[in-house]
């Protein structure tokens, strides 16, 4: 079979995995886009003491996302080496874990409400942001639940069912608020945050216990603690806290310039919410082609086939190239009348419109890391790159930001670039990284044993 033919073949297998987690992942945004939108209606305040709360939340619930991604890598190459009893207990490791740090984490936010009150923002902007984040707070559990049999099943290769559970929960969710908005306010629209991600947690465990596809996975609950793997569980954990602490790094380093740009005024980090909202829809494209990455490459590593890998990786680069220049084009071209989607208040509107050009400048870079990141975890390396995106948000991208803000007067824009420049290095690194590592000798010699790779 010819290179070409290859290369088109596994397009199409990536697109088919790429397609549905994106739709998924666009609902899941979809989620904080519609919060966005209308904390908005209930005034700049309301929307500014939602950015606050979300900038804190955000981070501490990407931790736990990253943690659920452990199994999915995991899973890809259980598949791709044909060992269908340890995709079973992988299911069940990963949901005793999803769920107790769901636990933790519910019970760290419940309890930190108090100390937004340390982020030097309007006393006003802070007593409407902590009932909206305790809140809040309540959908962390369910929400990894559903993370829990969501991640499994694309390790799987099997992502349509969560993309339509994302998608109905999205509706659910406006559907709640416009119900709950008038009477409770912000409080409202976190309680049907709450509910529609309860739902998606109960649709998706259904999916599992009636699809015949799942039917060599199941266990009775009763038996989800019997025969627990330390190896196993320990393999997982060397995954999923590395991926988590990643995201809650990234995730972080956008909360801080949040925190930083509301030094500079109220409009400002509405502007920056807003443009960030947007960026973040185009974003979910991206993960969706990073989650195919994932699976593939992990697919093609269970299976020990180095090129393999390599044509997993190079297809994925290719799709996230092409996408992104498309929704950079977007930004460049739409870029002042996207914010009105969300308020008309003409300066923020603006501001908005001057961070989107910025936005549509870092797109390749985004989707480029978010990709790279993808093939390093379907071989089961997370340490380095967890450590190189710390290094580039917070050691790089945010002291530029900051230093450009406030130093050299350029306000809010200057955030945005450091942010620009913390995404291209951490992108070339990353690329560079996958591909030097496949190359090495040793890479092959560890691939054709039946060891795992050293994570």
């Known amino acids: 079979m010819g290179l070409s033919r290859l290369f088109w073949q596994e397009f199409k297998l990536s697109l088919m995995i790429a397609l549905p987690v994106a739709a998924s992942q666009f609902g899941h945004m979809l989620v904080g886009v519609t919060d966005t939108i209308m904390s908005g209606s209930l005034g700049d305040e309301a929307m500014a003491a939602a950015t606050v709360a979300t ?74 942001a902590i009932p909206f984040y305790e809140t809040l707070s309540l959908s962390i559990i369910p929400l990894l639940i559903f993370q829990t049999f969501k991640q499994f099943a694309e390790g799987l290769s099997i992502t349509k069912e969560s993309m339509a559970i994302s998608l109905v929960g999205n509706i659910l969710n406006i559907g709640l608020i416009f119900l709950l908005i008038n009477n409770y306010g912000l409080v409202g629209i976190a309680i049907a945050t709450f509910f529609a991600r309860l739902f998606m947690a109960v649709a998706m465990i259904a999916v599992v216990v009636f699809d015949p596809r799942f039917v060599n996975y199941r266990f009775n609950i009763q038996n989800l603690f019997d025969k627990l793997d330390k190896i196993t569980a320990l393999k997982m954990i060397k995954i999923s806290l590395p991926v988590g602490s990643q995201m809650i790094m990234e995730s972080g380093a956008f909360g801080a310039a949040a925190i930083m740009i509301g030094w500079i005024g109220a409009n400002e980090i509405d502007a920056h919410q807003i443009a960030l909202n947007i960026a973040a829809v185009a974003y979910m494209g991206a993960t969706g082609i990073g989650a195919a990455a994932t699976v593939r490459v992990g697919n093609k590593f269970g299976n020990r086939d180095v090129s393999g890998m390599r044509r997993a990786a190079f297809v994925s680069i290719f799709m996230v190239v092409i996408y992104n220049l498309i929704t950079a084009s977007v930004f460049f071209i739409f870029n002042n009348e996207l914010p009105t989607f969300y308020i008309h208040n003409p300066v923020i509107v603006e501001a908005a419109s001057s961070l989107l050009l910025i936005a549509g400048l870092f797109q390749l870079s985004d989707g480029l890391q978010v990709v790279a990141l993808g093939c390093l975890r379907g071989i089961n390396d997370v340490k380095i790159p967890t450590v190189a995106v710390t290094t580039a948000y917070w050691a790089i991208g945010l002291p530029i930001g900051y230093w450009l803000a406030f130093n050299w007067k350029v306000g809010l824009s200057g955030v945005w670039y450091g942010l620009l420049i913390g995404l291209t290095v951490i992108a070339v690194y990353l690329i560079t990284r996958f591909f030097l590592k496949i190359k090495h000798p040793q890479f092959s010699l560890v691939v054709k044993s039946d060891q795992l790779i050293e994570v």
């Open 55 to 128: 900038s804190v939340f955000i981070p501490i619930m990407m931790f736990g996302i990253g943690i659920s991604y452990g199994v999915t890598p995991l899973v890809a190459q259980a598949v791709g080496g044909n060992n269908q009893a340890l995709i079973k207990h992988l299911l069940r490791h990963s949901l005793i874990l999803n769920c107790v740090i769901g636990i933790a984490l519910f019970i760290i936010l419940a309890l930190s409400g108090p100390l937004l009150y340390f982020l030097n923002q309007p006393i006003n902007v802070i007593k409407l």
